[in-house]
């Protein structure tokens, strides 16, 4: 279930958290450049943002000492996380790292923090109940940037694994309807599902009607990714393409046996140079030898 | 939502545009069934491009619809299924048997026209 | 039907004619939540199945569709039917709807993350999630 989004800091005791929150801001406001200025220092001397220069380190500062201090007098962070997931996006391929980012907030915290002490150090009481209303709000700040930026971070590794993924699965088409998957390594069922899902697309965008499954590379799998690959070879079928499975080891054959797959329905050949002649045949192509050149094909029929 | 029937020399092409409920593939059925019977007809084209979900009711209907023109000395061809159609029937075990299908009308025309 | 709240989406079932409304709702709701095309097809005929089984043995019930989590879209089937007898026999795989016999409930199983079923006299009710890879 999700729980409904904080829209305002619970108020200290009265409403009076409102006021106080909108005196600090003020405050923060007023001394803005030279607080501003403070922070940046304190950036610089804890080494964090190295990737980035100083121009621009200025620039991200004053934008986010702007949404602090918003975030702190309203009381809403939707504006903030937006702000923070759009500067992750810029500064993570950059090579900025989540303790720098946290780090600097923490930093801005603690120099506001400061400030108000300076302010309000006459008046003890006062300065008790505006820390009250600082506080809590300064801590969701941090937290809301922090996990902006993790999450942020996150995506952009799934993004990243993901196109790693997609090159390192090719269906490749080796003659018109023929299409080769040769399978490498270890199959997880997450590659195994992309495996299938491009392989069908790679059916229908380049009308495969035989494709080469080639299992050479692939010493052993589980009954789970064998389940799977019966099921590509189904719904390849279903796309109207026949399969052929090459290279299965002595291991892959009895894990298939196992779950039930009467291997002699299932179209395999030992190798996969047998099975692109193979796939050929079904395709009606004839393969002849010249003498002066490489092996070439020419169709029978279409 | 009545599919289009055409006739196309010996072949009858249905071509679904949408979404199908049930009474609709039955009615499709029925049609293509008494069709064949009526028409001398050889071969029979589903074309299932436009449909987004091929579910047990679906998978059952084709097939006795294949059957069923089988009797009348017709066969049938299904056309179209998409990649992620065909990726979710076999995940939920669902089967067209030995119903031919082929990628897309024209490869099921050139399968009708070799086969008698 | 009743409004969605962005949380839950309910589509109630009274005939074969809500199926291709349950279905297309699961879908739209699977896209959105960003499942790829093959999942989101997935979800479509798994919802089109258990929506089938309502109308065919009890008349009507209701699909209930709710995001769960981050990550997962959650289905719920729900009729107040005379519920399923022998809930294991149609649990067990090979008591499949190809033959026509079915509930298509071990199929749906197979594919879910998570999978629950509960029936008796008073009615059945099917809940799975299914999560994003």
Do not use: C
């Not at chain 1, 991200?60 to 962070?77: P, R």
């Not at chain 3, 739209?28 to 097809?41: C, D, H, I, T, V």
């Not at chain 3, 089937?77 to 079915?102: E, F, H, K």
Request: glycine share 8%.
């Amino acid at each position: 279930m999700r729980e409904p989004e904080k829209r305002s800091i619970p108020p200290i005791g009265d409403e009076t958290a409102t006021t106080l929150l909108s005196e600090l801001a003020a405050h923060l406001r007023e001394n803005r450049t030279l607080l501003r200025q403070e922070w940046a220092q304190r950036i610089t001397k804890a080494k964090l943002l190295t990737a980035m220069t100083e121009q621009e380190v200025f620039t991200e500062a004053t934008a986010v000492y702007d949404q602090y201090v918003e975030a702190l007098e309203t009381g809403t962070f939707e504006a903030l996380q937006a702000y923070a997931r759009n500067l992750s996006e810029r500064i993570i391929p950059r090579g900025v790292e989540t303790n720098e980012v946290v780090g600097i907030v923490l930093l801005l915290r603690d120099v506001l923090a400061r400030s108000l002490f300076a302010k309000y150090q006459a008046d003890f009481a006062k300065l008790n109940r505006i820390l009250d209303a600082y506080e809590p709000a300064a801590n969701r700040i941090a937290n809301t940037v922090a996990v902006g930026f993790v999450q942020e971070r996150e995506r952009i590794i799934r993004e990243q694994q993901e196109a790693i993924r997609e090159l390192s699965t090719p269906v490749l088409q080796v003659r018109e309807r023929l299409l080769i998957l040769p399978i490498i390594g270890v199959i997880d069922p997450q590659r195994a599902r992309q495996l299938t899902e491009q392989l069908l697309l790679g059916i229908r965008a380049t009308r495969g009607r035989v494709v080469v499954i080639d299992l050479t590379g692939v010493a052993a799998i589980d009954s789970s990714i064998a389940n799977h690959l019966v099921q590509t070879v189904e719904a390849s079928r279903l796309l109207g393409a026949t399969v052929i499975v090459t290279g299965l080891s002595p291991a892959i054959a009895q894990t298939l046996v196992n779950i039930g797959v009467d291997l002699r329905k299932m179209n395999t050949v030992g190798d996969l140079q047998g099975g692109i002649e193979e796939a050929e045949r079904l395709l009606g192509y004839r393969v002849t030898q010249l003498s002066a050149r490489d092996e070439g094909a020419e169709p029978r029929s279409g | 939502m009545a599919v289009p029937i055409l006739k196309q020399g010996e072949n009858l092409i249905a071509s679904i545009q949408s979404a199908l409920t049930d009474t609709d593939l039955v009615t499709l059925r029925d049609a293509l069934v008494d069709k064949v019977a009526a028409l001398r007809i050889r071969g029979v084209i589903v074309d299932v491009t436009a449909l987004d979900v091929l579910d047990s009711f679906a998978s059952r209907t084709l097939r006795d619809l294949a059957h069923m023109i089988r009797l009348r000395g017709a066969r049938t061809v299904i056309v179209g299924i998409q990649p992620e159609v065909a990726f979710a029937m076999v995940q939920l075990g669902l089967t067209l048997e030995d119903i031919p299908t082929a990628l897309d009308l024209e490869e099921g025309l050139k399968f009708l026209g070799t086969r008698r | 039907m009743a409004p969605d709240d962005g949380f839950v989406t309910r589509v109630p079932i009274n005939s074969a004619t809500d199926l291709v409304n349950a279905r297309q709702r699961g879908r739209a709701l699977a896209n959105e939540l960003g499942f790829s095309p093959g999942e989101a097809a997935l979800i479509a005929s798994a919802i089109s199945e258990l929506a089938r089984n309502i109308v065919s043995y009890a008349g009507r019930g209701e699909i209930v569709l709710w995001r769960d989590g981050d990550s997962g879209l959650g289905i719920s089937a729900r009729d107040n039917g005379p519920g399923i007898l022998d809930i294991a026999a149609a649990m067990r795989a090979g008591y499949s709807t190809s033959s026509g016999l079915g509930l298509g409930l071990p199929g749906v199983r197979r594919i879910a993350d998570t999978f629950d079923i509960a029936s008796g006299p008073q009615g059945t009710t099917v809940t799975l999630t299914m999560r994003k890879r």
